[in-house]
């Protein structure tokens, strides 16, 4: 079995360059996981009514309210199985900005009829529909879809007037050594809510497992 990013990509995964297919490779079948260090050039936020949004977010620990420049973080990567069978890969995000920790919490795993589901937040609130491309350049292009919100026995699809759609492009840059990755959240009416640019660098691992902390605190069977 592929990864979960090379089975919604196919044929397209092997476009990417091959430090992204590294990096997009962590699965259970291959072993390992990473964590990628590096500085966020800058964190932005959109106008001062976004703030209560993004704050509302950070609770748990779906957005980062704050902004800076040359922000420290990491962002860990490890493949385990959930308690309800299914193959997942952490993508938790770690911020330091002025001495306090931020934290952005996902969790992707295959969808039924393909593609990648990202869960957003410590309790999976939110499920978020994903659609990868490789670029010409060899660069990965995720653009977020359809959303829908999930609590105890309610479910719906999550308007997006309330919410945004993110567009992020990462790259490899052979000459530097490093990840890039560009982020931008858009909302349809009220435009930029949220985004960063930085770099960073990778230390892949053998892994069949995520630390504790790193996991969700509820997990959800809807996708």
Not at 39 to 60: E, N, V
Not at 114 to 122: A, P, R
Not at 137 to 158: C, I, K, N, P
Request: proline share 5%; with cysteine.
């Amino acid at each position: 079995m592929t990864s979960i990013f090379e089975q919604a990509m196919g044929e397209e995964f092997g476009r990417l360059h091959p430090m992204l297919q590294r990096r997009f490779g962590v699965g259970l079948d291959a072993g390992y996981g990473c964590v990628g260090r590096g500085t966020m050039s800058r964190i932005r936020r959109g106008p001062w009514w976004t703030a209560p949004f993004l704050q509302f977010g950070r609770l748990r620990n779906i957005l980062v309210p704050d902004t800076g420049s040359d922000v420290p973080f990491v962002i860990h990567n490890y493949p385990y199985r959930d308690p309800l069978g299914r193959e997942a890969v952490t993508f938790v995000r770690e911020y330091d900005l002025r001495g306090r920790t931020r934290r952005f919490d996902a969790t992707m795993i295959s969808a039924a009829g393909g593609g990648v589901v990202d869960y957003l937040g410590t309790h999976q609130h939110l499920a978020v529909d994903l659609e990868l491309r490789a670029e010409p350049d060899g660069s990965l292009h995720l653009r977020s879809d359809a959303q829908r919100f999930y609590e105890g026995v309610v479910g719906f699809r999550f308007p997006m007037l309330f919410s945004g759609r993110a567009d992020l492009r990462e790259q490899y840059d052979d000459e530097a050594g490093v990840f890039r990755i560009d982020l931008e959240v858009v909302n349809p009416v009220f435009g930029f809510l949220f985004g960063y640019d930085g770099e960073f660098t990778c230390e892949f691992f053998d892994a069949d497992d995520a630390p504790e902390r790193l996991k969700p605190r509820r997990y959800e069977r809807r996708s």
